[in-house]
């Protein structure tokens, strides 16, 4: 075989790696957020579909709530997430259980965690990169930041105690009932974020803590956080 030739092979097999290395590029960088658009904005809709389709319930005060297993259905939106410091149009789907079907769609509800706005701690998990990039701006939160959900009846403002701590993947305590290393001292109605890091890679995880600061029924109007 003469030098030209393998040269001419060469060259084309870095041609062909290289393409294959663009497109799949671009489908992390693009298809899986064209991908991810379409299933969140999907699952947000299914859920006003629900809460319009009779009048809201009153919301359920805290003491009146038994420690019964959860309603939540496997895989299936129950909460829409917004963070104002991420942006006005910011708002994903909280989907029950993080497997990666699920965090697809949406923000995941760790199973083994609280109920949405109930005592314990609520815990979510989203993607940094891919789907959407929903957690794309973790580092930017900061103590005092608001994350606001709804379950179609209530809203429920939590409010960041601190900037999100690095830890690596099996630290599961940071997402128990009073959290470690959370500075929480006791019971209380909490809020875990989870998320990999570094941006494009998945060696650590990084987790911002937050408290229920305020509820108020959906009725009422968007609470404050979402109206500046």
């Given at each position: 075989?003469?030098?030209?030739?393998?040269?001419?092979?060469?060259?084309?097999?870095?041609?062909?790696?290289?393409?294959?290395?663009?497109?799949?590029?671009?489908?992390?960088?693009?298809?899986?957020?064209?991908?991810?658009?379409?299933?969140?904005?999907?699952?947000?809709?299914?859920?006003?579909?629900?809460?319009?389709?009779?009048?809201?319930?009153?919301?359920?005060?805290?003491?009146?709530?038994?420690?019964?297993?959860?309603?939540?259905?496997?895989?299936?939106?129950?909460a829409v997430m917004y963070i104002p410091r991420f942006g006005g149009s910011w708002d994903w789907p909280v989907l029950e259980g993080t497997r990666a079907g699920t965090l697809k769609k949406g923000l995941g509800h760790y199973a083994s965690t609280?109920?949405?706005?109930?005592?314990?701690?609520?815990?979510?998990?989203?993607?940094?990169?891919?789907?959407?990039?929903?957690?794309?701006?973790?580092?930017?939160?900061?103590?005092?930041?608001?994350?606001?959900?709804?379950?179609?009846?209530?809203?429920?403002?939590?409010?960041?105690?601190?900037?999100?701590?690095?830890?690596?993947?099996?630290?599961?305590?940071?997402?128990?009932?009073?959290?470690?290393?959370?500075?929480?001292?006791?019971?209380?109605?909490?809020?875990?974020?989870?998320?990999?890091?570094?941006?494009?890679?998945?060696?650590?995880?990084?987790?911002?803590?937050?408290?229920?600061?305020?509820?108020?029924?959906?009725?009422?109007?968007?609470?404050?956080?979402?109206?500046?």
């Amino acid at each position: 075989m003469s030098v030209r030739l393998v040269v001419r092979t060469f060259s084309e097999l870095c041609i062909t790696v290289g393409t294959l290395i663009v497109l799949f590029v671009a489908y992390v960088l693009f298809w899986t957020g064209i991908k991810a658009g379409g299933a969140t904005d999907g699952q947000i809709d299914r859920l006003q579909d629900e809460w319009s389709q009779g009048p809201f319930a009153a919301p359920v005060p805290e003491r009146t709530v038994p420690s019964a297993p959860k309603a939540y259905e496997d895989g299936k939106p129950f909460a829409v997430m917004y963070i104002p410091r991420f942006g006005g149009s910011w708002d994903w789907p909280v989907l029950e259980g993080t497997r990666a079907g699920t965090l697809k769609k949406g923000l995941g509800h760790y199973a083994s965690t609280a109920v949405l706005g109930r005592s314990g701690n609520f815990s979510v998990a989203g993607h940094r990169r891919t789907y959407g990039d929903p957690f794309k701006d973790f580092p930017k939160l900061r103590a005092g930041d608001a994350v606001v959900l709804t379950d179609g009846t209530t809203w429920f403002t939590y409010r960041i105690e601190k900037e999100p701590y690095r830890t690596v993947p099996s630290d599961i305590g940071v997402i128990d009932p009073v959290p470690r290393r959370s500075g929480f001292d006791g019971p209380g109605r909490y809020l875990t974020l989870t998320t990999c890091d570094p941006e494009w890679g998945s060696s650590h995880r990084l987790i911002a803590w937050a408290h229920l600061d305020a509820t108020q029924p959906v009725t009422d109007g968007k609470p404050e956080a979402l109206r500046s």
